[in-house]
């Protein structure tokens, strides 16, 4: 599968395939370097081996990760953004080999001493397979190591779609971001890799390199509207916001609808252990969504989300076996069902439970960020001796105000537009960004300054 879609790959010539650093690489330029770095990596490196690749998008880490996959390595991605996780990723990883490119484009590489085997490593090895290990985010405990069949994984992307511009966001050690990259090469896209993922760099490549698609989170959508960038560029050209990896707040995708009619917005889902599913959104201004694909069986089981997968991972490099006897995985979301549609209300894990009163804290999230005062906010769940738990939230206001007053001003606005059980009873001030690296909602405040 690998050398049919570098066979694709050769077919699209001088076409544009990717601009980095304001400088613009054709599908010529990738697969000659990609053969380049075939041939120096394969002087260094066996087949088969597990290699740690220290990468962000750019033309030669593209390059360097086709190059691995040609020369059948068990390639691990370990984006700059997740450094402080580059020990525990390659230890769970059995990584044997770290190679990583420097400004002037060299290849470095380095070995790693282990003395553990993979039952998954050895599958690929005779199967002659190239192989991914992804991970999770770890936000309730250790990461856990996800291992696919490259091979396998590629078939998802075996039929042709749209060519478009596309904005490259999410990073290549994520399932979204992996998604992107493969599409957009399949289907002769030209992929627009940003200076940085600030809202400023990234309307700015969108208004100069005329980008049709935006993939994001709906973390960054919210920080694209209250920085008011949207009205100061040129965001004609886009005709395509995709949102996924957290829940969307209904009053997000209000108002990023409100200030781009033109755009569609689609939902996107996936989970680094089965893939990204095909999916229809019920309308741009709704969260409800058809989830599945030829690829993908969906059930619905005690309101909890359950997907099979015909690219599912082989299973984890450190956690017991999640695949049920039929083949299905328990995705650990909760989701409302009317008829073929379905709204993700959100992970079981991040359930709050008043009194046996089940709150979600999107729910809540969505109305707090409708507040004048609020620039981001956070709700989560604390335990509770008469209730069980209570609702909690971090709030990160636009301007500085005392959480007295803030407090006051709160519950006044809650108590119109939420049931009482509902209204957040323990309130925090944060003078730090709510969101991680990757855009998406910090759950884990330990050492935050709040007042």
Not at 114 to 130: E, G, I, S, V, W
Request: overall charge positive; glycine content about 6%; aromatic content about 10%.
């Amino acid at each position: 599968m690998i050398s049919s879609f570098i066979e694709i790959l050769k077919s699209y010539g001088k076409e544009p395939c990717l601009v980095y650093m304001d400088k613009s690489f054709s599908y010529d330029d990738l697969v000659k370097q990609m053969f380049e770095y075939n041939k120096e990596i394969s002087n260094h490196i066996q087949k088969g081996r597990a290699v740690g690749v220290i990468v962000d998008y750019s033309f030669h880490s593209i390059a360097m990760f086709l190059a691995l996959a040609l020369n059948r390595n068990i390639i691990i991605p370990l984006s700059l953004d997740a450094k402080q996780k580059h020990d525990e990723f390659i230890k769970v990883g059995l990584v044997e080999y770290i190679v990583q490119s420097d400004n002037d484009h060299t290849l470095h590489f380095s070995t790693v001493t282990t003395n553990d085997t993979c039952p998954f490593y050895k599958k690929l090895q005779d199967k002659r397979h190239a192989g991914l290990v992804l991970f999770s985010s770890g936000s309730s405990g250790t990461p856990k190591g996800i291992v696919h069949d490259l091979n396998q994984f590629l078939t998802a992307y075996e039929k042709s779609g749209k060519s478009l511009r596309t904005l490259i966001f999410l990073q290549m050690d994520h399932i979204g971001g992996l998604n992107t990259l493969f599409y957009n090469l399949r289907n002769k896209g030209l992929i627009v890799a940003p200076k940085s993922k600030s809202p400023v760099d990234v309307c700015t490549w969108i208004q100069n390199y005329k980008v049709e698609l935006l993939p994001t989170s709906p973390t960054f959508l919210n920080l694209l509207i209250l920085s008011g960038l949207i009205s100061q560029f040129d965001l004609s050209s886009l005709k395509l916001i995709t949102y996924g990896t957290e829940p969307m707040p209904e009053s997000t995708l209000f108002h990023i609808k409100e200030h781009l009619p033109h755009v569609v917005l689609k939902q996107t889902y996936g989970l680094s252990e089965t893939g990204i599913l095909k999916t229809k959104s019920k309308s741009d201004n709704s969260l409800w969504v058809k989830l599945g694909g030829e690829d993908f069986d969906v059930k619905i089981e005690n309101n909890k989300l359950l997907i099979r997968s015909k690219v599912s991972m082989m299973g984890y490099l450190n956690a017991d076996d999640p695949f049920e006897e039929d083949g299905y995985i328990n995705t650990g979301d909760v989701v409302e069902k009317n008829g073929d549609w379905l709204k993700i209300l959100g992970r079981e894990s991040e359930l709050i439970n008043v009194g046996g009163n089940k709150v979600f804290p999107a729910e809540i999230e969505s109305v707090l960020q409708q507040m004048k005062e609020v620039e981001d906010a956070v709700v989560y769940g604390q335990a509770n001796p008469l209730t069980g738990q209570m609702v909690s939230t971090i709030i990160k206001t636009r301007d500085k105000i005392e959480l007295s007053d803030f407090k006051i001003a709160m519950r006044k606005y809650c108590r119109k537009h939420l049931e009482s059980y509902k209204i957040p009873v323990k309130v925090q001030l944060s003078e730090e960004k709510l969101y991680s690296e990757r855009f998406k909602k910090k759950r884990n405040f330990k050492g935050a300054k709040v007042s």
